[in-house]
């Protein structure tokens, strides 16, 4: 049986449009999954929409739609932003669905079965654009610190759901690592907040008609962040498909920025283990994209859109930009200037401009096809394959790390070697001096160089990879291939015939 991976981005709001920040996650989620599945794992990457609450149905109101009309709309553009940025997810889950909303009365069913519901009444401070209260402590010049609004107070009976009993037992699973939290700054976070108290915390709203019945109260509705949660649960068959939910639960890693970070590291789990479920393995807690230091959304008018972006610099081009920037965890300003920078030299002059040096050399001296390697190997080869086999194994452990940046890092370096390969060994003078079997070699060496840079860049720049596998003449189709046994070298088969086409990424013109 091959090993499961179950990864999750959070569901983002149908309030937003989707911009760069929330393809920023999809993006990490995706590459990731596909690497999974590059390993030869089984893997289910669910996303989706949170489409429920009262600011969504004001948005809808406003638009003149029903809120269901609206929900469509905007789900629908989700996934076509998906799709546009080469998104493999198994399963796209929204909180409409009828499904999803069966699921979540089950388990609030069971929780409260497990006593862990009480009705209270609560006065807080709300803030709507959130959907979440606020403690005074919690706001900025009593402001929301994400909208920069301030929050009303409002006063409520609800349906409460005991958090304060799980204080302890969370921080122990923490601390224990039974529950993974990274990066340690994120994981002490979250483990010094919980110290200094939980609070029970309301999970149902009278006053909000756009959401799920409340299955103990049908005046009430679900709280937003507590329907959305169990969407994790849910979208893999929670109270509905037993096989799927014990094939697939618990997720092995769920993906999402720091502003959400409490729900996901304390609410999340303790609902888990009200319901005696199991908790997710590890929340890995990535930094927040900035424009001008502000948090992107469309209430702000600053957001970035993957579309125009793709078109201009291509879906690898972002995929590339938005991963190789900054470390994944840490937070980053957004700047177009960067991007082309980054274009420029790792694309335009590194990865693609190998291709284009090599392929017509191919061409030229061997009638396009890559031969047997006749000759000797020197220490360069030797070297090539040593950095090759090194690569690959570092590659392993970061990704084990999720440490993106420093994986794309990581093969650059061999990218570089290539090139530097390319000048020592100088083929197009070999080619002159009539030295066919060190040509030979030569050739051979450099086309297994780019296989492998392909297939390691492979779940990073997906449609890059192919291209390099085509105009390499690689005739083994690289979605069945696994690693690390694909990147074991001498896998190229001699006799490929090359393609010669366009540069992958014709460099920009910077003013
Ligand atoms: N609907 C909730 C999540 C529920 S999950 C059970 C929500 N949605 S959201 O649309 O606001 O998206 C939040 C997530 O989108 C962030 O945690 C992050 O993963 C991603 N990002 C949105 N804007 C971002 C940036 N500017 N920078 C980085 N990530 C960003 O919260």
Redesign the pocket.
């Known amino acids: 049986m091959p090993k499961k991976f179950y990864v999750t ?5 149908v309030n ?1 449009v989707p ?1 760069i ?2 393809s ?2 999809t993006i990490a989620a995706d590459v990731l999954a596909r690497y999974h599945r590059l390993l030869g794992e089984e893997v289910f990457f669910l996303t989706g929409t ?1 489409e429920h609450g009262a600011k969504v149905a004001a948005s809808a109101k406003e638009s003149g739609k029903t809120p269901q009309e609206f929900c469509d709309e905007v789900a629908d553009r989700f996934k076509k932003t998906w799709k546009l940025l080469n998104i493999s997810n198994n399963c796209f889950i929204r909180t409409t669905d009828k499904e999803h909303e069966e699921s979540v009365q089950k388990f609030l069913a069971k929780i409260n079965e497990r006593g862990f519901i009480y009705k209270g009444e609560y006065e807080g401070l709300y803030c709507q654009g959130c959907e979440r209260f606020y403690l005074p402590d919690d706001l900025v010049d009593g402001k929301c610190p994400f909208h920069f609004t301030k929050p009303r107070p409002i006063t409520e009976e609800n349906y409460f759901f005991k958090l304060s009993f799980f204080q302890d037992k969370l921080i122990k699973l923490i601390e224990t690592a039974k529950f993974e939290i990274f990066p340690e700054e994120r994981r002490n976070e979250v483990l010094g907040k919980l110290k200094s108290g939980v609070e029970d915390i309301s999970i149902s709203r009278g006053s909000v008609e756009w959401g799920v019945s409340f299955p103990l109260d049908s005046s009430h509705t679900v709280y937003v ?1 507590v329907d ?2 169990i ?2 649960i849910s979208a893999v068959g929670y109270g509905r498909k037993e096989n799927d939910f014990l094939k697939w639960w618990p997720a092995q890693v769920h ?3 720091k ?2 970070l409490w ?2 590291a304390v609410i999340w789990p303790a609902m888990l283990l009200a319901a005696e479920l199991e908790l997710p393995r590890k929340l890995f807690v ?5 424009v001008n230091k502000q ?2 959304s469309k209430s702000l008018g600053n957001v970035i859109d993957p579309w125009a972006l793709s078109e201009k610099y291509g879906v690898d081009g972002i995929r590339h930009f938005l991963l190789s920037e900054f470390p994944f965890g840490a937070d980053g300003d957004f700047s177009i200037r960067r991007l082309e920078e980054r274009y420029n030299s790792d694309l335009a002059n590194d990865l693609g401009n190998l291709l284009h040096r090599f392929l017509p050399v191919v061409v030229k001296s061997c009638q396009g096809k890559v031969p047997d390697p006749a000759g000797k190997p020197t220490h360069l080869e030797k070297e090539l394959e040593a950095l090759s086999d090194e690569v690959t194994g570092n590659v392993t452990s970061l990704m084990e790390q999720l440490k993106l940046k420093e994986t794309l890092e990581e093969i650059w370096r061999l990218v570089r070697k290539a090139h530097k390969y390319l000048d020592e060994t100088a083929p197009w003078s070999l080619a002159k001096a009539g030295e066919t079997e060190r040509l030979s070699t030569v050739i051979y060496n450099l086309a297994e160089i780019m296989r492998i840079i392909a297939l390691l860049i492979s779940p990073f720049m997906p449609t890059t990879a192919e291209k390099f596998w085509k105009q390499l003449g690689v005739e083994e189709s690289l979605a069945t291939q696994i690693l690390p046994q694909g990147a074991r070298w001498g896998g190229f088969r001699p006799g490929a015939m090359v393609k010669l086409a366009q540069p992958l990424f014709p460099r920009l013109e910077i003013d």
């Not at 981005?9 to 709001?13: A, L, R, S, W």
């Not at 990535?286 to 900035?290: A, D, L, S, Y």
């Open positions: 981005t959070p569901i983002y709001y937003d911009h920040g929330h920023y996650t949170d962040w959305a949660l969407n994790y993906l999402m920025a502003d959400i729900f996901h990535h930094g927040f994209f900035t948090k992107m």
